[in-house]
């Protein structure tokens, strides 16, 4: 492997990209550092050392690479362009008008990223907003009571929420830079990025609190868990295709055999996301309402915003199972490749072409499917266990998102390195 970054440094062309990538990430990393304009640096510092990380934004604030309790002008983080490029995906199914731009090829996927751009402004709008608005009120880090803001007067609000919509801005200009001149996908390495950020504190963490032995058994129980993980993002069900010969003038087409690879993880991170996103709810309705004696906020507050209780991991599992199936749903459509088989020649081997091929799709996507949900749940439920077990951070190191963003990235790296280095003869990677 290190022969391997030796060729990809001595090819011109690929250390010129990998350095620009580097570059980019340098960035990256001192822009989620610089405090945006009216925050009290040392309140702030001195508010997150008292409390524990965790609870209602710990998935926002590890997607921002701890930046957003900070305050700092990438606050945001990647996540306004998460969360809109997973609206644009849900309304391609349902508007034709989206629809339509997605079958244009190049040109309709250009609108469709015009247009998630446009939407990821808008929510860093509302994100920044809300964020500036509960550090305003004391209520971003509940039990601190030192201000976190110089000044609560209407500019400095206006100052702070155009700076971090600013920022999320420059972070998408930033992702589509490496995607464009550099290797992998732009908005993927920056996620990478912010998660292993968070990783060396996060663990480190473990060892202050615990001890030796916890910290052994917690890194024995990770290695296992990346050895697992990227096992299950590699394995897929490959379904044989064969196109039939046909003449076209004088020419033969046709003839080649071919297959369609089945992920056992098809659907990614993304029915994480939802899950955690829709739990996340609920306990927004709690932070807001502190003091009310609701039943049904009461009821929240005691299973469904600790993350511990046995009721709260019931229902994150069952909705990661949800949305797994959900949303392979609409990215895997059988009607649609069955047809595309049919039109061009191609057909399953013992299977007929039309409807039984469709058939034949979806029974083996809902086999391979179910394995995977389970997979992703219970990845999901590390964290959730591990700080009911021994009391650790909600951003336990080896939790489920931060694990999966982690190793389907570098995967993902690897591979696009892998490519550019055999095509110039040397040796890549993986053997």
Same mark, same amino acid.
């Given at each position: 492997?290190?022969?391997?970054?030796?060729?990809?440094?001595?090819?011109?062309?690929?250390?010129?990209?990998?350095?620009?990538?580097?570059?980019?990430?340098?960035?990256?990393?001192?822009?989620?550092? !610089?405090?945006?304009?009216?925050?009290?640096?040392?309140?702030?510092?001195?508010?997150?050392?008292?409390?524990?990380?965790?609870?209602?934004?710990?998935?926002?604030?590890?997607?921002?690479?701890?930046?957003?309790?900070?305050?700092?002008?990438?606050?945001?983080?990647?996540?306004?362009?998460?969360?809109?490029?997973?609206?644009?995906?849900?309304?391609?199914?349902?508007?034709?008008?989206?629809?339509?731009?997605? =079958?244009?090829?190049?040109?309709?996927?250009?609108?469709?990223?015009?247009?998630?751009?446009?939407?990821?402004?808008?929510?860093?709008?509302?994100?920044?907003?809300?964020? !500036?608005?509960?550090?305003?009120?004391?209520?971003?880090?509940?039990?601190?009571?030192?201000?976190?803001?110089?000044?609560?007067?209407?500019?400095?609000?206006?100052?702070?929420?155009?700076?971090?919509?600013?920022?999320?801005?420059?972070?998408?200009?930033?992702?589509?830079?490496?995607?464009?001149?550099?290797?992998?996908?732009?908005?993927?390495?920056?996620?990478?990025?912010? !998660?292993?950020?968070?990783?060396?504190?996060?663990?480190?963490?473990?060892?202050?609190?615990?001890?030796?032995?916890?910290?052994?058994?917690?890194?024995?129980?990770?290695?296992?868990?990346?050895?697992?993980?990227?096992?299950?993002?590699?394995?897929?069900?490959?379904?044989?295709?064969?196109?039939? $010969?046909?003449?076209?003038?004088?020419?033969?087409?046709?003839?080649?055999?071919?297959?369609?690879?089945?992920? !056992?993880?098809?659907?990614?991170?993304?029915?994480?996301?939802?899950?955690?996103?829709?739990?996340?709810?609920?306990?927004?309705?709690?932070?807001?309402?502190?003091?009310?004696?609701?039943?049904?906020?009461?009821?929240?507050?005691?299973?469904?915003?600790?993350?511990?209780?046995?009721?709260?991991?019931?229902?994150?599992?069952?909705?990661?199972?949800?949305?797994?199936?959900?949303?392979?749903?609409?990215?895997?459509?059988?009607?649609?490749?069955?047809?595309?088989?049919?039109?061009?020649?191609?057909?399953?081997?013992?299977? $007929?072409?039309? =409807?039984?091929?469709?058939?034949?799709?979806?029974?083996?996507?809902?086999?391979?499917?179910?394995?995977?949900?389970?997979?992703?749940?219970?990845?999901?439920?590390?964290?959730?266990?591990?700080?009911?077990?021994?009391?650790?951070?909600?951003?336990?190191?080896?939790?489920?998102?931060?694990?999966?963003?982690?190793?389907?990235?570098?995967?993902?790296?690897?591979?696009?390195?892998?490519?550019?280095?055999?095509?110039?003869?040397?040796?890549?990677?993986?053997?």
């Amino acid at each position: 492997m290190l022969g391997a970054f030796a060729n990809a440094f001595r090819t011109p062309d690929l250390r010129r990209k990998l350095l620009f990538v580097l570059l980019i990430i340098t960035i990256f990393r001192l822009g989620s550092q !610089v405090p945006t304009p009216g925050v009290n640096v040392a309140n702030v510092q001195a508010c997150i050392n008292q409390l524990e990380e965790g609870g209602l934004y710990s998935l926002i604030n590890l997607f921002s690479g701890g930046a957003l309790l900070q305050l700092t002008i990438f606050a945001l983080g990647i996540m306004p362009y998460i969360t809109a490029s997973i609206i644009l995906q849900l309304l391609v199914v349902v508007i034709p008008r989206l629809e339509a731009l997605k =079958k244009e090829g190049q040109a309709g996927q250009t609108k469709i990223t015009q247009y998630t751009r446009y939407l990821t402004l808008g929510l860093a709008v509302l994100q920044a907003t809300g964020i !500036v608005a509960l550090a305003r009120n004391g209520a971003l880090l509940q039990g601190c009571e030192r201000d976190l803001l110089h000044d609560n007067g209407t500019g400095t609000f206006l100052v702070m929420v155009v700076t971090m919509t600013a920022g999320t801005a420059v972070i998408m200009w930033l992702g589509e830079l490496i995607t464009d001149r550099g290797i992998g996908n732009g908005m993927s390495i920056l996620i990478f990025t912010q !998660v292993v950020a968070t990783f060396p504190a996060a663990l480190w963490s473990v060892q202050t609190s615990q001890g030796w032995v916890v910290f052994g058994v917690v890194m024995v129980i990770g290695l296992i868990l990346v050895a697992g993980v990227i096992f299950i993002e590699q394995a897929q069900r490959r379904i044989p295709v064969q196109y039939a $010969r046909r003449m076209v003038g004088r020419k033969m087409f046709g003839g080649n055999s071919t297959y369609i690879p089945l992920k !056992v993880n098809q659907a990614g991170i993304i029915p994480v996301i939802f899950a955690s996103s829709l739990l996340y709810l609920p306990a927004m309705a709690v932070q807001f309402n502190p003091e009310s004696q609701n039943p049904v906020l009461d009821f929240i507050g005691t299973y469904l915003v600790g993350g511990d209780h046995p009721l709260y991991m019931a229902m994150y599992f069952a909705l990661i199972i949800f949305f797994t199936y959900f949303y392979v749903s609409i990215t895997f459509n059988p009607v649609e490749v069955a047809d595309n088989m049919k039109k061009y020649g191609g057909f399953i081997p013992g299977i $007929r072409a039309g =409807k039984p091929t469709e058939d034949y799709l979806s029974y083996v996507l809902s086999r391979i499917t179910f394995p995977g949900a389970l997979y992703l749940g219970l990845i999901s439920l590390v964290p959730l266990i591990a700080f009911a077990a021994i009391n650790a951070s909600q951003n336990f190191p080896f939790g489920g998102t931060s694990i999966l963003i982690m190793v389907g990235v570098a995967l993902d790296t690897v591979k696009q390195i892998e490519s550019q280095l055999q095509q110039r003869n040397y040796e890549g990677f993986l053997k």
